[in-house]
Every structure is written in C-alpha cells, then in structure tokens.
C-alpha cells in the first residue's frame, strides 16, 4: 500500500469508474493495491480526457524496475490476462497507473512492497 507521505502526482478518475471501482473494493477481501487510497485522492470528474488513464484504456508505460516500456489495458479483475497484456486495477501497476495522465510519473510500491517508478507515454482508448 503507498505511504501518504510520498509525493504523488494529482490524478483525475471518472464518475463512472469511481462509483464501479468502489464497489469492487468493498466486494473485495482486502485492497493490497492501494486502490482505495488512489480514489479517495482523486479529482472525480463527469468525464477525463483521453489522454488519462481510465478502465480499459491501453497504456504505454516506463517501468523504471526493469527498464522496460509495458503496454498494457487496465481491465477489471474478471478480465485480467497477463498473456494478453491485460492488467487488473487492482494490482499494484494496475492500482498505480489508474488517473494518470500522459507524462506524468509516480512511485509505486511493487507486489514486495519496493517502490518502482511508473511513467506513462502513452493513452489510448477505443
């Protein structure tokens, strides 16, 4: 779970994703991804750019812990699929990512709670 003392970047969640997001929470046996935290900071929005993270948006994505660009669709838990590059919101890359807007970077606790840099290149939706 993220510390609250790190410095993250704002981050804007659509009405929609915020209001399904929270239900998966409260259905969910525990948040380790820190999603919860990620959403009650957000700017909740009607709508977010295109250029934002949102569910099912497919990002493009420096992962500074393997020095590799990911791309990714943040999917709900039902459809993720590593094979197929489909990422769950409630991993922690998945929890990460959600609101971020093109350019914009953070520091993300992985699964062993070390933190990794995550700096998004890329939005698309469709």
Avoid: C
């Avoid at 949102?54 to 500074?64: H, K």
């Avoid at 393997?66 to 990422?87: C, F, M, S, W």
């Avoid at 992985?110 to 939005?123: E, P, S």
């Amino acid at each position: 779970m993220p510390s609250k003392t790190l410095a993250r970047p704002p981050i804007q969640v659509s009405e929609t994703d915020a209001d399904r997001l929270f239900l998966l929470i409260d259905r969910a046996p525990a948040d380790r991804s820190g999603l919860r935290e990620e959403l009650e900071r957000a700017q909740v929005r009607p709508l977010v750019p295109a250029s934002v993270v949102a569910m099912n948006s497919t990002v493009e994505f420096l992962d500074d812990a393997h020095g590799a660009t990911r791309t990714v669709q943040l999917v709900y838990p039902g459809e993720a699929d590593i094979a197929a590059n489909k990422v769950s919101v409630l991993s922690p890359v998945g929890a990460g990512l959600l609101g971020l807007k093109a350019g914009q970077s953070i520091q993300w606790p992985d699964r062993d709670g070390r933190l990794r840099a995550l700096r998004v290149l890329k939005v698309s939706r469709g």
